[in-house]
């Protein structure tokens, strides 16, 4: 049985997630309901060498059985795909196809898919409709959701991109049977900050079934699943562009993370487990401040590690972590901006001087 989740925004361009077993093979037929499709006929698929041979047939199948033209492309599966000249290669893909605006995008795969066809598609033509399906944990619950595209520069994750909401989004679980181990502890990692960042009881539901979720149960992790889509949903519906302040709440463990990955080479850490690791350090950092909830920093450790989200171990300095965290799209004025929590549901984003964050780094590195 499927769920269907309706992302509501502004101006009546609401969207549909729709999660469950088998729903890749109704993608055609769901999107011929979707409006921004309804004239479309020619759709790239945009995927990697790793879910390409599983998936690709099956989902350029199902868009031809209903009416669809379905061309593709391949990209190099991992982080390092995720660059303009990636972009630029499947810009050029689109270009010697002769594809107008009447095209669109297909993202099939996990985050780094989603996020570069969803960057080329917010770029070609000036923008053509993307539909994003997600076949990692990671993408299902976090990244195909809100419009959120991005490619990476050597100086820092995600700091070239364009809002742009999909179409629509096609989760099915089933896919996540292949998913490696790795992977799956990614998708844990962003689960925990939505529990996290949520409300408590999201946060106490994942604490009783985190050893589940952990061990892949079926019915736990759908559940999980559609928490976060709603959660989310609910966020972007409020703050769509981040322009309020809202939506900041969903980079709660991503300003350390960012600078872990960066810095240790992207692919090294999966993006999940440098989350945990800033969630880790921004509850110490709150700690050191005042103001943090009595045994809230040890149920979120208790969360991460029932989720086999351990500390991380990485060659880096204060500075080395610092000066990457200084060119975050989330700076402002000069100065870091950090989400800390202070108990579960209970979050702010602040500015935190360089001495306070320097000297919080040393403590946390050791």
């Not at 990476?152 to 490696?180: I, M, R, W, Y």
């Not at 600078?259 to 692919?267: H, N, P, Q």
Request: charged letters at 20%; a negative charge.
């Amino acid at each position: 049985m499927a769920t269907k989740i309706i992302v509501e925004l502004p101006g009546a361009r609401d969207y549909a997630v729709r999660i469950g077993e088998g729903v890749i093979d109704a993608l055609g037929t769901s999107l011929r309901d979707v409006p921004s499709f309804e004239r479309v006929r020619d759709v790239l698929v945009v995927t990697d060498s790793n879910v390409g041979p599983l998936y690709l047939a099956r989902t350029k199948q199902a868009l031809a059985q209903a009416g669809f033209k379905p061309a593709d492309v391949t990209l190099p599966a991992g982080e390092d795909a995720k660059t303009l000249a990636v972009a630029g290669e499947v810009w050029s893909a689109m270009a010697q196809l002769a594809l107008g605006r009447d095209c669109a995008v297909i993202a099939l795969g996990g985050g780094v898919v989603g996020d570069l066809a969803g960057f080329v598609a917010a770029s070609y033509l000036r923008g053509v409709p993307v539909a994003q399906v997600p076949t990692t944990l990671l993408a299902m619950v976090d990244s195909s959701v809100g419009g959120k595209t991005a490619v990476n520069l050597p100086e820092g994750k995600n700091l070239v991109g364009a809002f742009h909401q999909p179409s629509f989004v096609c989760a099915d679980v089933s896919t996540l049977a292949t998913l490696p181990d790795r992977e799956w502890r990614c998708g844990c990692g962003e689960i925990a900050k939505s529990a996290v960042i949520d409300s408590d009881d999201f946060f106490f539901w994942m604490l009783d079934h985190a050893h589940d979720l952990a061990g892949r149960d079926t019915a736990v992790t759908a559940e999980a699943i559609q928490r976060c889509v709603v959660f989310k949903a609910q966020v972007v519906a409020r703050d769509e562009h981040e322009t309020s302040g809202v939506r900041e709440c969903l980079n709660y463990g991503h300003t350390l993370g960012h600078a872990v990955e960066t810095a240790s080479g992207f692919g090294t850490f999966s993006h999940g487990e440098a989350v945990a690791e800033g969630m880790r350090f921004a509850v110490e950092l709150a700690q050191a401040q005042g103001g943090v909830a009595e045994g809230f920093a040890e149920a979120q450790a208790e969360l991460l590690d029932a989720l086999a989200l351990p500390r991380l171990s990485y060659d880096a300095t204060a500075d080395d972590l610092m000066g990457i965290m200084k060119r975050d799209k989330k700076v402002r004025g000069g100065q870091v901006r950090f989400v800390l929590a202070r108990d579960v549901g209970q979050w702010e984003a602040t500015p935190v001087s360089d001495d306070v964050v320097r000297a919080g780094l040393a403590s946390w590195l050791g």
